[in-house]
T-cell receptor, first 111, second 115 residues
Framework: DAKTTQPTSMDCAEGRAANLPCNHS???????VYWYRQIHSQGPQYIIH???NNETNEMASLIITEDRKSSTLILPHATLRDTAVYYC????????????FGKGTTLSVSS | DAGVIQSPRHEVTEMGQEVTLRCKPI?????LFWYRQTMMRGLELLIY????????DSGMPEDRFSAKMPNASFSTLKIQPSEPRDSAVYFC?????????????FGSGTRLTVV
């Protein structure tokens, strides 16, 4: 599976949009981009995923560049409860695979 | 739905003792995963099962660690003998299938401290 690169940490003001980047320059055609987050002391939580089109759900939006070498997770109106570690994972969904977590980005939302 | 249930939530044990962590996956899920998290190493995949069969145990650190899934509703992770470096938070997760990475549901974790 392709490796990902994320900034170690980011800050965001409450109410503003949080844009979390992820580089995955070695992604292959059948690999998806998944985002999970982990709030302190809890297990990771699924946020969103995509292949090549932009995706949106009630939690966030995912923007994938046309060459698929990078993506951005957008939390449109960050709240204090969005403070967490955000993981970008590239994986080919097939039998015998499992999510492998990197270091992620620690997002700190402040008032 | 009660989610993935792990027990105990906290465990403190002495070095050399046997430790057993337990996990009840979500009913109907057929894949189960054990992860370990430390500050130094982050979130590591230890082992996962599909339809109660171990698929990949390459993440199990050494022979002191063993995992079983005797049926679809229960799994254990055992450490024997335990060592201080095993101190970590151990997470169990389940999903409908390994084909659905977005469908992982994690438990609340077991915080293990070996003194």
């Amino acid at each position: 599976d392709a490796k990902t690169t994320q900034p170690t940490s980011m800050d965001c003001a409450e109410g503003r949009a949080a844009n979390l980047p992820c580089n995955h320059s070695t992604i292959s055609g059948n690999e998806y981009v998944y985002w999970y987050r982990q709030i302190h002391s809890q297990g990771p939580q699924y946020i969103i995923h995509g292949l090549k089109n932009n995706e949106t759900n009630e939690m966030a939006s995912l923007i994938i560049t046309e060459d698929r070498k990078s993506s951005t997770l957008i939390l449109p109106h960050a709240t204090l409860r969005d403070t967490a570690v955000y993981y970008c994972i590239v994986i080919r969904p097939q039998a015998g695979t499992a999510l492998i977590f990197g270091k992620g980005t620690t997002l700190s939302v402040s008032s | 739905d009660a989610g993935v249930i792990q027990s105990p939530r906290h465990e403190v044990t002495e070095m050399g003792q046997e430790v057993t962590l337990r996990c009840k996956p979500i009913s109907g899920h057929n894949s189960l995963f054990w992860y370990r998290q430390t500050m130094m190493r982050g979130l590591e995949l230890l082992i996962y099962f599909n339809n109660n069969v171990p698929i990949d145990d390459s993440g199990m650190p050494e022979d002191r660690f063993s995992a079983k899934m005797p049926n679809a509703s229960f799994s254990t992770l055992k450490i024997q003998p335990s060592e201080p470096r095993d101190s970590a938070v151990y997470f169990c997760a389940s999903s409908w299938d390994t084909l659905i990475p977005g469908g992982y549901t994690f438990g609340s974790g077991t915080r293990l401290t070996v003194v």
